[in-house]
């Protein structure tokens, strides 16, 4: 199967809506309008489990509780006000508002008093191609704010394992649920460069064994923007995870550190892989100009052998097709037949010759 060159991982213009824009100004800079704000809200303690959904969300600020973790998840960048709301409420940083809904800004994470703010990309497959989308969290003491694009993600094995109760997540704090959160996007990786590197060997064996198409270029090219982007997500997270492992904050209990330590392991592998395909598919374009030239020598080569054979042939015709009023052998009764022979047999050695020199 082919890999579709994936619509969100494509350069984008460079946007000029925050230009000369006061620091804190929210503005939307994505390309997915989805119209409206969707709000999914889990609240949840060891003994308990609640979940709803709404447009509004206003919502969700009935759900404050020591003694719960709350999980709200906003659908839905382009309806500023509503998040704009939701940012006054919980009393976020103006700068931090600004970068939850700039789909520009590279992965990264920020210390605040109350508060800890990352950026992440989720990559994920969604109708045959990859998804880049922009994803912000909010980690409080007993909340837990996530902000994406649209619909769809990675994070339905988190939910799932929330509902059944399953594992350790609903002893936790949300810092746990922080972690989980990234496990999910981190582990989704995994299948993108998975995907990658089955489409790297797919190019390599139609390389080797099977005539490359005239779109072989065009793929290859797919193939280098796609890893280009992907390694643009990933390489920031690296550095994200890796601040939190050593953040000295309330906000992480000593617990999780353990676990984030693993998801710090899980990037720097990603990182590697994403650096071998990285050049494995910088090979590929040399490999097809390597075929085609082999190729092209390989035509060249017979070429040369039928001109070496004809060549004597080509003098022998030569001579004989002269128009001097006496030459002998024009006499002679059996020289049409003896320069047949003669050029048979010229013709016949010579491919013994090559033969024998293994050009053949």
């Known amino acids: 199967m082919a890999l579709k060159r994936p619509k969100s991982l494509l350069r984008r213009p460079k946007n000029t809506k925050t230009v000369n824009q006061i620091p804190g100004t929210m503005t939307y800079v994505g390309t997915k309008d989805s119209g409206e704000t969707k709000l999914d809200?889990?609240?949840?303690?060891?003994?308990?489990?609640?979940?709803?959904?709404?447009?509004?969300?206003?919502?969700?600020?009935?759900f404050v509780d020591e003694e719960r973790i709350t999980w709200f998840n906003i659908d839905g960048l382009s309806n500023v006000k509503e998040i704009e709301?939701?940012?006054?409420?919980?009393?976020?940083?103006?700068?931090?508002m600004e970068d939850i809904v700039n789909t520009g800004q590279r992965p990264k994470v920020e210390e605040y008093e109350d508060y800890l703010f990352i950026v992440a990309k989720m990559l994920y497959y969604k109708n045959g191609s990859i998804e880049n989308e922009h994803i912000s969290m909010i980690v409080g003491k007993n909340y837990l704010l996530t902000f994406q694009e649209s619909d769809g993600d990675v994070f339905d094995p988190v939910r799932e394992r929330l509902e059944t109760g399953k594992g350790r997540i609903r002893g936790r704090s949300a810092d746990y649920l922080m972690f989980a959160l990234l496990d999910s996007i981190i582990d989704n990786y995994f299948l993108v460069i998975d995907d990658i590197s089955d489409r790297i060997e797919e190019m390599e064996a139609s390389l080797f064994i099977n005539k490359p198409n005239d779109n072989v270029t065009q793929e290859i090219q797919d193939l280098k923007q796609t890893i280009l982007r992907i390694r643009r997500s990933v390489f920031p997270l690296r550095?994200?995870?890796s601040r939190l492992e050593k953040m000295d904050t309330r906000l992480i209990e000593d617990s999780t550190i353990n676990y984030i330590r693993d998801l710090h392991d899980h990037i720097i592998q990603i990182s590697e892989h994403i650096d071998i395909y990285r050049e494995m598919i910088w090979g590929l374009m040399d490999l097809y100009m390597?075929?085609?030239?082999?190729?092209?020598?390989?035509?060249?080569?017979?070429?040369?052998?039928?001109?070496?054979?004809?060549i004597p042939l080509?003098?022998?015709?030569?001579?004989?097709?002269?128009?001097?009023?006496?030459?002998?052998?024009?006499?002679?009764k059996y020289s049409y037949f003896v320069l047949w022979g003669v050029m048979i047999i010229i013709f016949l050695l010579m491919l013994y010759y090559f033969k024998r020199k293994k050009w053949l």
């Open 41 to 62: 809200v889990i609240d949840y303690n060891l003994q308990q489990y609640e979940r709803f959904t709404s447009t509004s969300t206003e919502d969700a600020f009935k």
């Open 314 to 332: 080509t003098f022998i015709a030569g001579i004989y097709g002269m128009n001097f009023e006496y030459i002998p052998e024009l006499q002679w």
């Open 239 to 241: 550095e994200v995870v």
């Open 85 to 96: 709301k939701l940012g006054e409420y919980y009393e976020l940083h103006p700068l931090v």
């Open 290 to 310: 390597t075929t085609i030239s082999n190729k092209m020598n390989e035509v060249m080569k017979v070429l040369t052998i039928m001109a070496s054979i004809f």
